[in-house]
């Protein structure tokens, strides 16, 4: 099992750029949450989807945001226009649902800055 | 918010056992104890969790108090690798976010 895959791992950008982040869950996995992590706020949640559909988008900063989740194996996160104060890393989970215990497993991030 | 208390830092010698308290007083009866931890640099990573009785497995140990408004976590032979934030998390079972706060960083000493 590869695990949560994202790409970029990296991305810096200049500001007013689009950002597209990109994530493949787990095989088998229905479930894909996008969190955020900062130093001045932690690991926040941005939106998840149950069944390729969003159920919570209320963590989405602002309409600069959008994510969209086409098919089981594959979801976006898009930044348009970027600004500084987006840079973060952000981690995308999955999880099964219904599942054992419900745990998600969390990808290695894409680590945003914008200049 | 975090509906979990947890001390900011702790130390431990490698080789001994960790013991990760965290306090959730405000738990409801259908919320269950998760605990993650992060290393640096990487994402998050489960643990283990627990509704009411003490759960095992290859990584850890979890306690959970019998009014269960506290927990610990134990690490039972802390190694080097094990230096991380761990972050206690109180969650309705299902397919509900995680909800972060702080979280305890160990640092497990040589």
């Known amino acids: 099992d590869a695990g949560v895959i994202q790409s970029p791992r990296h991305e810096v950008t200049e500001m007013g750029q689009e950002v597209t982040l990109r994530c493949k869950p787990i095989?088998?996995?229905?479930?894909l949450f996008w969190y955020r992590q900062t130093m001045m706020r932690g690991l926040e949640l941005l939106i998840y989807f149950n069944n390729n559909v969003p159920i919570d988008d209320s963590g989405m900063p602002e309409d600069r945001f959008s994510a969209k989740m086409p098919n089981a194996s594959f979801s976006t996160l898009k930044i348009q226009p970027s600004e500084p104060r987006d840079s973060a890393v952000y981690f995308c989970?999955?999880?099964?649902?219904?599942?054992?215990?419900?745990?998600?497993?969390f990808g290695p991030g894409t680590r945003l800055t914008v200049t | 918010d975090a509906k979990t208390t947890q001390p900011p830092s702790m130390d431990c010698a490698e080789g001994r056992a960790a013991n990760l308290p965290c306090n959730h007083s405000?738990?409801?009866?259908?919320?269950?104890v998760y605990w993650y931890r992060q290393i640096h640099s990487q994402g998050p990573q489960y643990i283990i969790h627990g509704l009411k009785n003490n759960e095992t497995n290859e990584m850890a140990s979890l306690i959970i108090t019998e009014d269960r408004k506290s927990s610990t976590l134990i690490l039972p032979h802390a190694t080097l690798r094990d230096t991380a934030v761990y972050y206690c998390?109180?969650?309705?079972?299902?397919?509900?976010?995680?909800?972060f706060g702080k979280g305890t960083r160990l640092s497990v000493i040589a």
């Open positions: 095989s088998g996995h229905n479930s």
């Open positions: 405000t738990i409801s009866g259908n919320e269950y």
């Open positions: 989970a999955s999880s099964k649902n219904p599942g054992a215990g419900y745990e998600q497993y």
């Open positions: 998390i109180v969650r309705i079972s299902g397919n509900t976010p995680l909800v």
